[in-house]
């Protein structure tokens, strides 16, 4: 299983653009790289899923190099209800399913 | 987005009794499910995987007879905490993989908040 490394907290303002980095060296051909958002007491809610390049949804980018040892979760104008820890996951059906969580980064968004 | 149910949301019982959680996909179809425990300011933890019909797999560490899980159907895992104690007190998550779906996504249920007294 790919392991994964985020920064473990960061500090934006709101209406900036924030880029959460993950890297994943060992990942594997057939993994997916999707990332979760959780607030407090609340169960993860995905955000976004990438193979490689560049995916956009209606509110994230995720993008992946070539290599794809590593992927940027990137938010547009976040606001103060951004704030929540995110996390970055890869897997495969090769595996079962089973997706193994990092420590996640705790995103504080300040007025 | 698929939806996975969790209940109950917040459970509050005695030490020696058992709590029965229940987490159902309440749109999809899953033949896998996972539960997660999840402390104060950690991450999530994987205690096991639930599989419709079959024996569940847990993790190192995980009793099995302690944390007993049930998946009858396509839609519903049960996670059982039998003589919860209070150092079973956690935060409780269930997710469901959408096999109809591309890549390796998971909904997850909203947990459940165990405090034994």
């Known amino acids: 299983l790919a392991k994964t490394t985020q920064p473990i907290s960061m500090d934006s303002y709101e209406g900036q653009e924030v880029n959460i980095t993950c890297s994943h060296n060992?990942?594997?051909?057939?993994?997916?790289i999707t990332w979760y958002q959780q607030f407090p007491s609340q169960g993860p809610r995905f955000i976004i899923q990438?193979?490689?390049t560049k995916v956009t949804n209606e509110v994230a980018s995720l993008f992946i190099p070539a290599d794809r040892k590593s992927s940027t979760l990137s938010l547009p104008r976040v606001s103060l209800s951004d704030t929540a820890v995110y996390y970055c996951?890869?897997?495969?059906?090769?595996?079962?399913?089973?997706?193994?969580f990092g420590q996640g980064t705790e995103l504080s968004v300040k007025p | 987005g698929a939806v996975v149910s969790q209940h109950p949301s917040r459970v509050i019982c005695k030490s020696g009794t058992s709590v029965k959680i229940e987490c159902r996909s309440l749109?999809?179809?899953?033949?896998?499910m996972f539960w997660y425990r999840q402390f104060p300011k950690q991450s999530l933890m994987l205690m096991a995987t639930?599989?419709?019909?079959?024996?569940?797999?847990?993790e190192q560490g995980v009793e099995k007879d302690k944390f007993l899980i049930n998946h009858a159907s396509l839609t519903l895992s049960t996670l059982t905490v039998t003589s919860a104690h209070p150092e079973d007190s956690s935060f409780y998550i269930c997710?469901?993989?959408?096999?109809?779906?591309?890549?390796?996504?998971?909904?997850f249920g909203s947990g459940t908040q165990l405090s034994v007294l």
């Open positions: 997710s469901a993989r959408d096999i109809g779906g591309q890549g390796e996504k998971l909904f």
């Open positions: 060992n990942i594997a051909t057939n993994d997916y």
């Open positions: 990438g193979y490689k």
């Open positions: 996951l890869v897997g495969s059906y090769n595996q079962g399913g089973k997706l193994i």
């Open positions: 749109d999809f179809q899953a033949t896998t």
């Open positions: 639930s599989n419709e019909g079959s024996k569940a797999t847990y």
